[in-house]
């Protein structure tokens, strides 16, 4: 009997490190699966993700991993394989981008288990219930906003939420809470990073006669749309295509884009190096 | 016998104008061959270009289209599909967007005739040569820009030059010159414009950690990067690309990327729709 | 008050019959918004496809239109633009590409009206319910094939449907039932077709050891998997996929695929040449 | 001062094979640069590429993986990233293949060192010359097939070549010579394999009508059409290309597709599982 493990290392770059970690593994009886390491020079760091099936536990994994760490420096990620990553959905009136994250874990796609999803408004309650999923309204206005952010925060202590993710919740949180939930949010923008930032970008768009829109995830920062990358993909448009169509033919992409940055932030894939992030896609 | 003339017809929508054209061909013995046409609602100015085998003359054509032109207010083009436009290329060190033009003419793709090639340096004298093109070196410093330039205007002169086409000439005209080639001069911007204007482009793109780099095909205008859009193109990347290894990745999609908008620009497949383009594809 | 038409033509080509059909529009008071032509050199023949917003009605553009067609022979169409398809799925067990169609169609991006989706299991009747749809299961075996496409034949003069689209049906119709059925039903194929016809082209194309995968929407006709294509598209696999996972990827690509063909046919942009199909996109 | 090595395995699956591989980098100063491994379920076979900078000499770590490719019983390549792969090209009359090559080559793209370029006609041979490569004309006929292949042979062995690149080279290989170049030679198929095998793929293609067109670089075997698969691109087309169209589009994504393929072959990148190809692109 095994069970599949997934390591993420990011350190210093220095020797022995492959020889170390595929050291612990034997040492548990594991196998690798899968393997794949980056060296960023910008930074200096060493980035590695392994998958391995062992026949060892997974706290024999920590507790051998533990001296490696150490010796290493490493900023260290140990994962069950088949643990699901709590997920909180957030969304506005749009229900394109929803579908297709609800959809998609439906299908077995994404490695997320979503126990609520938030809105402002009403609109999308029955897209969540036909998945079997529950549905809150937090409604917000400027005045209310702390209240909102306040009743979020309780939810996700809650519902112990790992992962929220912005499906086009179109609102912006303030800066507390933005810093609270760093590393842990992801959005999708609509436009390709970073042309059209701020508001419209479809719009903004039309207006500059571009030949390709795009849609960009992004890990959620203080600096609004200037967070971490994660995936951003395009599509052709012509001339013919008015501002309103051009929003249609993006929420596709949109829904595309996030759904793909949430399958590679859950199967533990996305790692940082400083303001860019590394993706063993 | 026939021969083949191409329409490029820009007015103010009004019903009549496909049936008035329509017309002129029938009376000079002309099948379309081609035809597209787009409705701007931003300018409500209707776009057509038609390709038509006629059996009458050029000058029938121009004589039955005057009226035509006049009771539509019509921006007319009337051009021979035979007739090449003569074009200089101008570049600097890098061969690749040259080597791509060069080639793509060589092999009839193009619907241009280069009767000289002009850079700043000497480098790729032996790549115009070997097709069988003139060079001629303009050096220029800052000091020596003013003559330069005049050089280049004597240039286009003498040469009967129609379309000036950068493909990585890496300076910036002065803004009199740039008046002076208005809707005549493409440009070729290595990033998906508008991210990523002015130098640099791969070393801000790798610095943000974009997904995707991109190349844009543009007319030049006196606000630099901003002039219309003809053509933009990506191609992915990942976070193990250091800057150089994207310069590299991107000088094939410059290269395309302006090929496509000399061969869309010459076949008058090119309206200009205020700062954006009509692009009958 | 203005209502949008189209028209659709095929006829022998031959001069003057851009100029005759906008003479039409111009009589019942049509501005032309959209207008395709192409001539096919296989066949001789030539189409036109028309949107045209006129004051006047259907019946004068019918009348109108009755000597043009006798005169050029044509192969018309003429149609409200208001006017949705009645069309009926057929699905089996595999939820993707039935969601994609009742999604999009949803959201406005068809111009279809499903009055009912038919299948041979009970899986997706919840799908189909979610947005309104009726759902009947025609359980089919090999001994009921006759009885069950009798029921088939039934349902779509009872519904009075014009277009079936077989999203992932699995199931092999009789030649009689196909003949009938002869350019008003689209399958999709799940593969890059020619290759990899028959069945299972995920574990073909695995085995091959492709590095794309395809997937193919086209007209259902009597020779299987050779009927006329009407949109084509793939995505980039890896040695690292088993035919399994070729599958759940293949899945997105396929309803991508229908829904973009489902919407050219209906907004009827598909005109038929010979065996190949002319696509006014 | 390090050198850069690449080390390639296929093996059995089993535990420990990493750990040894990096105990051996680690004893001759070796940092892991670049790593990627795959375990193939269908042959039970692991694969492994390392890059690798190194204190110690290349002889040291042919002397140390001695016993680790015994004990594994290791289908083992070692490599200094710095050699190049002696290439010969062949070709016929189409220049855009060879062109593509040659230049990127000369750009510094791809790994090759090319002494001569042969071909079975004599208009290609200024291109090669302007990159300062020898050329062959070997003229062939069925008569004298026996004998160009000699001569063929006899170039291979003078030229000291280790990789055979057909672009465009337009003639059918004897079984013998087929079988003596196994897995040292690569060919472009104009089409997107297995679709369209044979003569004439683009007319089949067109005659299809199919909605994209595709390049494949593969192996050469016996087996016409039928070898292990490197790279494939297509592109999009219409019903309006003709067949002719067709060629002249598709001769630029087989110039890109085999320039690919070459490079991940020269950079070791290809390993072969079964009739399958392993990419670790």
């Not at 200037?226 to 995936?231: K, R, V």
Request: glycine residues 6%.
């Amino acid at each position: 009997m095994t069970e599949r493990f997934i390591l993420t290392v990011a350190c210093k770059d220095q020797p022995g490190i492959v020889h170390a970690v595929s050291e612990v593994l034997l040492e548990i009886g594991g196998n690798i699966a899968e393997s794949q390491q980056f060296y960023s020079p910008d930074s200096g760091t060493f980035f590695l993700r392994i998958e391995a099936d062992a026949t060892g536990s997974f706290e024999e994994l920590e507790e051998k991993m533990a001296p490696v760490k150490e010796r290493f420096d490493m900023k260290l990620g140990l994962y069950r394989k088949s643990d699901k990553v709590r997920t909180l959905i957030m969304c506005s009136k749009d229900p394109r981008t929803l579908n297709e994250l609800l959809f998609n874990n439906h299908m077995g796609q994404l490695n997320i288990d979503v126990p609520l999803v938030v809105s402002n408004h009403q609109d999308l309650k029955q897209h969540a219930y036909f998945y079997g999923i529950n549905f809150e309204q937090i409604p917000i206005t400027k005045d209310t906003k702390p209240e909102a952010e306040a009743r979020l925060l309780k939810i996700i202590d809650e519902y112990d939420i790992e992962l929220v993710v912005l499906a086009r919740y179109m609102q912006i949180f303030s800066d507390e809470l933005t810093s609270k939930l760093a590393g842990k949010a992801i959005n999708i923008h609509h436009s390709f990073l970073p042309a059209f930032k701020g508001a419209r970008p479809y719009h903004q768009a039309h207006e500059r006669g571009v030949k390709l829109i795009g849609a960009t995830a992004h890990y959620v920062t203080e600096d609004l749309d200037e967070g971490p990358i994660i995936e951003q993909n395009v599509v052709r448009v012509t001339h013919s295509e008015s501002a309103a169509e051009l929003v249609a033919i993006g929420r596709n992409v949109e829904g595309q884009t996030l759904s793909k940055a949430v399958q590679w932030h859950t199967d533990r894939r996305v790692l940082m190096d400083g303001n860019r992030t590394v993706v063993f896609s």
